[in-house]
């Protein structure tokens, strides 16, 4: 009899509410400024990473265990931003900022899921100029298409798993206070503390996801350049050692803008208060900024992309060219 009541006032008092309040930024006048650049980021993204699969798909020589890579990424990129941008848009732009429990979980879901899949990516990216610099010779025997393949269809799986665990277990938890969201989407750490019972399952899938996602990523793309570096001074020509480095400067770029800011936001969060406004403007850098640069990057820095790019207009310019001089002949 004693269990039943206990298990009755549980279930008496688990609320799950309806909605929650995304509040966005607090005390900053012309935020709708921020909102209409994220648009525009939006945009270019867009057009930036399609271009990118594009290329890539139509271009014979980009087939490659790299671009495979690559495409991923640029894919990841595409999907992440539109599971974000829009609904922030949405949200701040037309004043809608209350959000349906269920569909403030798929928010979180799909923005955890891919904001993972590009950390892991970078760490693939990683891993292949590991082997190119450090085992040239071995590089088409280790670096296939479909180990790679094999590779990317893991980590698809593996953090697909673990980020529909970690967003599941926010059902378990009970919204008897407060309900504002203290982010500009529905963030898991800012929607975590608003529970009411015990969430030390969910602390824990959060440091699970920190460690897995962020932390071991971030450590094995040191490894592997301090490994490149160590390869590359051995060899005696400075010549083929910038070229080398050539090769890398493009990753380095994308995995700087990306990791600094999320690092800064997890470290800062975990060790002492970190201001919504700080941890937002931390967290959109990171959500955003990394896919804009991503098709800009690999499409200016990549000699082996840009020279495809040319070929790809030329053959377009000849075709015109053809087509016009097969009508002036009829």
């Not at 098709?295 to 310019?317: D, G, H």
Request: one cysteine or more; charged letters at 15%; hydrophobic letters at 50%.
């Amino acid at each position: 009899l004693c269990s039943i009541l206990n298990n009755l006032v549980l279930n008496i008092t688990f609320v799950r509410p309806e909605k929650f309040y995304i509040s966005g930024f607090s005390n900053i006048p012309h935020t709708q400024y921020f909102y209409v650049f994220l648009c525009f980021v939006y945009v270019m993204t867009v057009i930036g990473n399609v271009f990118l699969l594009s290329v890539i798909c139509l271009v014979r020589t980009l087939h490659s265990p790299k671009y495979m890579i690559v495409f991923n990424l640029a894919l990841i990129d595409l999907c992440g931003s539109t599971a974000l941008i829009p609904k922030v848009l949405d949200t701040f732009l037309f004043d809608r900022r209350f959000i349906l429990y269920e569909a403030c979980l798929s928010n979180m879901f799909f923005v955890m899921f891919f904001s993972s899949l590009q950390s892991w990516t970078l760490a693939c990216m990683a891993y292949d100029r590991f082997v190119a610099i450090c085992l040239p010779l071995r590089y088409h025997s280790i670096v296939s298409k479909r180990s790679v393949a094999v590779i990317l269809l893991c980590m698809w799986l593996i953090i697909l798993f673990v980020a529909a665990f970690t967003v599941g277990n926010i059902n378990r938890l009970s919204f008897c206070g407060s309900l504002e969201v203290q982010s500009f989407y529905c963030d898991h750490g800012p929607l975590n503390r608003l529970a009411c019972n015990d969430r030390s399952i969910n602390d824990v899938m959060a440091y699970i996801g920190l460690i897995l996602f962020i932390c071991i990523p971030f450590i094995l793309i040191v490894i592997t350049y301090l490994c490149i570096s160590i390869a590359l001074s051995r060899i005696a020509s400075k010549v083929e050692r910038l070229r080398a480095l050539k090769t890398c400067s493009s990753h380095i770029i994308l995995v700087v803008t990306f990791f600094i800011p999320l690092f800064a936001t997890n470290i800062a969060a975990v060790v002492s208060y970190l201001h919504p406004n700080i941890r937002i403007i931390n967290s959109c850098w990171t959500h955003t900024i990394p896919s804009l640069l991503n098709p800009i990057v690999y499409s200016l820095k990549t000699e082996e992309l840009l020279n495809a790019i040319k070929k790809l207009f030329q053959r377009n310019r000849m075709t015109k060219i053809e087509s016009k001089q097969s009508v002036l002949k009829i």
